[in-house]
């Protein structure tokens, strides 16, 4: 037992600790466990009247048992007991108690709720913290409800105690974050700002977090705060380390509250007043100074803490963009960090600089680092920081270095953990591509990546390399030679095979010249063979193969053919080989292919999937769809809808053609990790089932009604959908990716959060043969309006294993939208009537895709609101307007949409005649645009 | 901070302590992969590592590892610090804490994180001022006597 035990012991619970450290065996343990639950459970039922001490020790243990990962299903009552009584010790546990093990039982709750009412209202200041931490541990809605309008009443009140202050602010920062709408700041507003000139650095510390997270939500009302926290950070970074006595943490003043004041800043633009400004370029050049003084301390915690500040600075110089001068020195600073003995600090290094790199003012800065970098990439003993270099290299790749960072990538990739080699070869591919000027280097690469990385290697990058190849005349020569050779090496990857076979079987003729290339039909021939190691397969799921799959077959099944008419010793062979294109008609295996529709890259489609530091910026995304636009000379050949027609008419099917709904959407698209290998041998899909709502497709849909909602492995699901009035229909397609039946295949709609719809449908059939679609119609009308969606739930059995998958629907409120034309003056006479504040809703939020106008405008439309012209009088303002139809009421909603280009942010404003409709609305466009 | 968590090497949970809502599931799953990520990593390597969207920064004192998980914006070294000012808490308030302290008196351990961070936020960075909120609500408590007079069981 410890020797020290301050305060209370409670010798009956450390005894029983002391046994449960003593058993031999987790047997034995439980053993003892399940002997003091008993204990516990009679004591708390017995007749006799326990007494306080007794009540908390029992609880405490029973906390322990819990803490040990045991489940507990009693004690509550008892805890409750405790939360009113007058001892201090029995109330602190009791709070614990129900902090750490939240029951939803409604009638508890009550009482809870009761006591912590009665502890408020005490004027006992530790009895209030005891309150207003058990608030902020559980944090329910229940207790928001409860709570929310109480609290910025303690946290405003003259006469409240610091610490109660300091406790109330998060509290409320923690109600505001679970039940936003309930935490209504109003006429506080302007009090809680100017706790940032509160004389007591720890109410400071804990209000400027409640702050922060407000302006984020509100920018407008908050803004005067800007100016209270730069002349708040500027006293702090100009006093003297002794200053701010306990605020000062080993030499550095109150480095919490420097930062978060930094963090605040970065909520907003520049300050406009220039005197303002001008304090604040002083606070970051002085902080920038002192990192270059000698340290006041050896202790890693004051250069942490020093440091700490430092980072946030350079994010917060890196968030305004605009001083080309301190940019530069954040670049020199983090430049002299990759260098730094300290590991931390070199990895926060590169992460800082992959966000400087993308500013136009220190892009060329970060890049006189390359060689710091790359020598980080090979001699880094720590696979985290290594994989920050690699983001690193990534983000400030540009024309001018991307022979020399992919060569370096490559060579890298041949010892990379394996960890991180899906993800370099995402980057390697995407990098090849963007930045080629000849594509000779681009067919290199992506074979040498093959070589190097084969398993690594998705399918998306191995089709786009063919896509390429088949749109480009100038390259499909030396792409031939190149793969021609590659295949002589004595073993290759599967994925090279694939590649191999098809680029010879388009393009085998143009290397007629060559010597070797009577060798050509034994290489396919070999080619061949490892897809007749598949043949019993092909010959059941022939069918469903993708079709870029199939038409890799197809190929060189063709050029097979043509060459075993000249080739009299392979003629054996061409039994199997009609056999095993059996299934394919003649036709379709000799007619050419056609040149791929210029679509979205995969590539980065996944990568950007992949998310993390380091993911390609919509900018970049942009950009590379432009570049690849004209690295395919897609110009001149461009989509091609017989194409798509064509390769739908010869596939037999049904799943690869949603009504046509997949020509659509990108066809390649879905980043399923499935390769050919995969779709064969279906039996290795996942098994692994989630119960989990999986909403990733929810938000495509806001501005459209097709497409795919969501694909696995196993199973597609297509959305079509049109609404009328306040009607919709929305029609459902279950595609069968697998060549297995699905049984006991049961769809329901749950509208538990949603009540304000009513959706009708027809179960659906319960078997769904392998590689078929079914069709379920739902019928929905809107009574009122609504924000939760309706929820999917899909069951079934594949193989033995129960699938169970739960997707959000995508019926948005504004699919009820009619759209509505008037003239510039009606427009502003009805904005003005929507004047009160509860119907507007605006966010400030950062462009998340391209604000290409014609991009815009297609997503305002695809709202469903009309899209008025020459109203705003600034005419890169968008304004629209639209009236939402539901059975009960008709709602008028008007909207204006301000981008800043140059900041990269648009103003997004919303004013309907329900409040709720304006939020809800608000909510869904800001992750539109 | 979304999460702060207090392990022996053995990777035995000592404390958990989560501030923004988790089910169960997910929790269980948080806590098995942080042990798989954290404890094999060689000492004097850098004490962040990304896991899907979180930072998690850990630091090792003696026997136990520390770890917190972070947001996207939240500042990598200050929490490193956040946690050790919360090993200084623990320290000045046991005396030289160990991790014995932690298991027999769990129930402080979580009353000092609860001083010091509130919903994952640094409610009191003066070392001065959390103590003086511990030691009075010690003193607001019974005395020895009065407890170890009552029967164990």
Redesign the interface.
Known sequence: MPAVSKGDGMRGLAVFISDIRNCKSKEAEIKRINKELANIRSKFKGDKALDGYSKKKYVCKLLFIFLLGHDIDFGHMEAVNLLSSNKYTEKQIGYLFISVLVNSNSELIRLINNAIKNDLSSRNPTFMCLALHCIANVGSREMAEAFASEIPRILVAGDTMDSVKQSAALCLLRLYKTSPDLVLMGEWTSRVVHLLNDQHMGVVTAAISLITCLSQKNPDEFKTCVSLAVSRLSRIVSSASTDLQDYTYYFVPAPWLSCKLLRLLQCYPPPEDGAVKGRLVECLETILNKAQEPPKSKKVQHSNAKNAILFEAISLIIHYDSEPNLLVRACNQLGQFLQHRETNLRYLALESMCTLASSEFSHEAVKTHIETVINALKTERDVSVRQRAADLLYAMCDRSNAKQIVAEMLSYLETADYSIREEMVLKVAILAEKYAVDYSWYVDTILNLIRIAGDYVSEEVWYRVIQIVINRDDVQGYAAKTVFEALQAPACHENMVKVGGYILGEFGNLIAGDPRSRYVPFCLMFTLLFFFSLVPCLLTCSQKLRPQSRRCCAAIARSATQMLNCSSELRVKEFHLQRFWSPFSQATVLEEMPPFPERESSILAKLKKKKGPGAVSVTELEDSKRESGELNGAGERGPDPSVMAASNASTPSPSADLLGIRSAVPVSAPASSGSLLVDVFSEAGPTASSGAVNDDGFLRFVCKNNGVLFENQLLQIGIKSEYRQNLGRMYLFYGNKTSVQFASFTTTVILDNCLQLNVQSKPVEPLVEGGAQIQQVLNIECLTDFSDAPLLNIKFRYGGALQNLTLKLPVTINKFFQPTEMASQDFFQRWKQLSQPQQEAQKIFKANHSMDTEVIKAKLLGLGMALLDNVDPNPENYVCAGVIQTKSQQVGCLLRLEPNAQAQMYRLTLRCSKDSVSKRLCELLAQQF | VTHQQTRSRQGKLRL?KWF??TSEREKKKVIRDMIMLVLPR?P???????WK?LKIVYKRYASLYFCAGLEE?D????A??VL??YVELLDK???NV?E??I??????A??IL?EFL??G?????????VNV?ME???T???T?EE??S????
């Open positions: 958990q923004v809502p060689q004097r390597t850098c004490n962040f590592l990304q969207d914006h500042n990598e070294l200050l490193l610090e050790h000012r308030y046991f005396g160990c014995l302290d298991i027999f008196n769990f129930e402080k979580y009353f609860d509130m919903g936020e640094v409610l009191e960075t003066s070392k001065f001022a909120s009075q609500a010690d607001l408590q019974e020895m407890y170890m009552k029967p164990a069981y």
